[in-house]
């Protein structure tokens, strides 16, 4: 087996290797929507015992981290290139609107929330939503306000955050079924608000709803539900269901292309690692998930790196261990076991 750019000891290695190797075509999923455009707009966002599981629940995760970043698609890398070169796809920018100053607007309010500037960004969008309003841009509106609750949600505003979500759902809904994708969205932000006020129960029955709504209109977004239901589940230490959960999320993002909810996966993997005891795991998803941000974000996404890197150092402090390199490094690129 060789290790792409990743560190891990030998023994931890063994350990989640008891069970055998999860390979990305191992999971229960209908492939024939593969690489197909996400049906709705990028996330962008994230985080953070009663059951102690063995360390054998992360066995299939080695296969997982020694994947290469590249996502491994059936389609042409000409496609794949020619996708991720539609900035204004990436950024979740409005490209129906004509006005170049709303678009500056929601741009400059983009740029803001990936870089954590979020007093900033909720100045952006309020000014972009404003405008979209005045100009009677209905769909404009509804993305300045989705965003709006995200960052007021970052900021735990979660009263504001909540008006904003409803508001743009109330929008989508009004332009008709082909935002319905939209309007899922909105409801699993405003299932976050709730999980991040502490309103546990509350956010899983919304997610397990979701998730059934979901897979049941056949939405791409069936794989987010999956990955907050992941993420509620380590914040409930019911790690077993949260690192399931979080190993779909990651297969099903390499399949349909998606840097951004493959980082995210692949982190929270991590945090599920470093709950159970296993910081070198940990370790390696947090350097993996980093790469992941880096390479998909090119430069953008600065808050998910920040946040990466910090639990990066969290970790070191926690395992003074982990700074001793012949203890910890000795199986980098190229390393065979």
Known sequence: MVLDGLFCNLSDLRVWSKL???MNSSFGYDTSSACTTPDSLPEYGLIYGL????????????????AQLTPQCPFE????????????????LPPYSNQVTVLTAFEKGLAAFLAGR??????????????????GDVRGEADSLLHLGMSFRYSRDFVTARSSLLAAQSMYTSLGSDHRAEQLQCARHLARAEEDRG???QALVAYQELLSTTEREGFI?????LYYLGHLYNRMKIYEE???????????????CDGEMEGFATEELGYTA???????LAMSCYEKALQIFKMNGEGRWLESEGRVKKRMNQLRHGYPELLRVEDTWGWSIGAKI
């Open 20 to 22: 055998g190797v999860w």
């Open 77 to 92: 890398l000409f496609e794949l290139e020619q996708q991720r070169s539609l900035h204004a796809e990436q950024l979740a």
């Open 274 to 280: 470093e709950s159970q005891k296993h910081p070198r």
């Open 118 to 135: 979020h007093t900033e960004a909720q100045s952006r969008f309020q000014l972009a939503a404003s405008e979209f309003h005045n100009q």
């Open 221 to 225: 977004t069936q794989h987010w539900c």
């Open 51 to 66: 059951h102690d599981p063995p360390a054998s629940l992360f066995a299939e995760s080695v296969q997982m981290l020694t």
């Open 199 to 201: 309103n546990r129960h």
């Open 242 to 256: 949260a690192a399931a959960a979080l190993k779909d999320v990651v297969n099903k993002s390499r399949e349909i």
